[in-house]
């Protein structure tokens, strides 16, 4: 008794959700194996994230060190470089997970 008039195959429906959570559950702990890696100023910043967006490596030239506001300025842009660069490596595994919600 699955069907019900004006509501289809809630049966098929609720596998096809179950589904995708499962595929959807597989997809983040991939991401969360997965780095990216922004640069900026030649190097002299490395910020290393993963797809879940956790920090797992920052390297700073020494030469930075002296300064402190140069320091920063170039920590946050390495920083949101990196954060980019993840949003979009999770856009891409998990936008096609989102198209079967019709979003």
């Not at 995708?20 to 997809?27: F, G, M, P, R, T």
């Not at 290393?48 to 920052?58: A, F, I, K």
């Amino acid at each position: 008794m699955d069907k019900l008039p004006g509501l289809g195959d809630m049966g098929g429906m609720l596998k096809q959700l179950r589904q995708l959570q499962s595929d959807l559950a597989k997809a983040q702990k991939e991401l969360a194996k997965e780095t990216v890696t922004a640069e900026v100023a030649d190097g002299a910043i490395k910020v290393v994230l993963t797809g879940d967006q956790r920090v797992t490596s920052l390297e700073i030239s020494p030469e930075l060190a002296a300064d402190h506001d140069k320091l920063a300025k170039l920590l946050m842009e390495g920083m949101n470089q990196a954060l980019e660069a993840s949003r979009e490596m999770a856009k891409d595994r998990l936008g096609p997970l989102s198209q079967g919600l019709g979003l």
